[in-house]
């Protein structure tokens, strides 16, 4: 059992560890605003890439969960680099709204 000198610290640390859990909460945690060369990129690695097994769908016709799945899937299928794969994810993801 603690002495009372010794349990200063540990409510200390416990307040402390607590008081960052709280602001870990009410952190900002909004979607960082899309970059339109981003965008653009996406646009047209979107034309050039997709479109050459795929009949151009709809941005809308996914979900942004959807999105990635099916871009994540399609860059292992198509050798799709990651940076091209993130820029058409960010176009299909900033068009679907």
């Known amino acids: 059992m ?3 000198n010794e ?10 560890a607590s008081a960052v859990g709280v602001g870990a909460v009410f952190a900002d ?14 646009a047209k690695a979107w034309a050039a890439n997709c479109a050459r097994c795929h ?9 942004d969960e959807e999105w990635h799945v099916d871009v994540t899937h399609m860059r292992v299928r198509a050798n799709i680099p990651g940076d091209v794969a993130r820029d058409i994810k960010a176009f ?4 679907n709204k």
């Open 7 to 16: 349990l200063l610290p540990v409510v200390l640390f416990a307040a402390l």
């Open 2 to 4: 603690l002495k009372k």
């Open 55 to 63: 009949n151009m769908k709809s941005a809308q016709d996914n979900s």
């Open 29 to 42: 945690t909004s979607p960082a605003k899309p970059d339109p060369m981003q965008f653009a990129r996406g």
């Open 92 to 95: 299909l993801q900033a068009s």
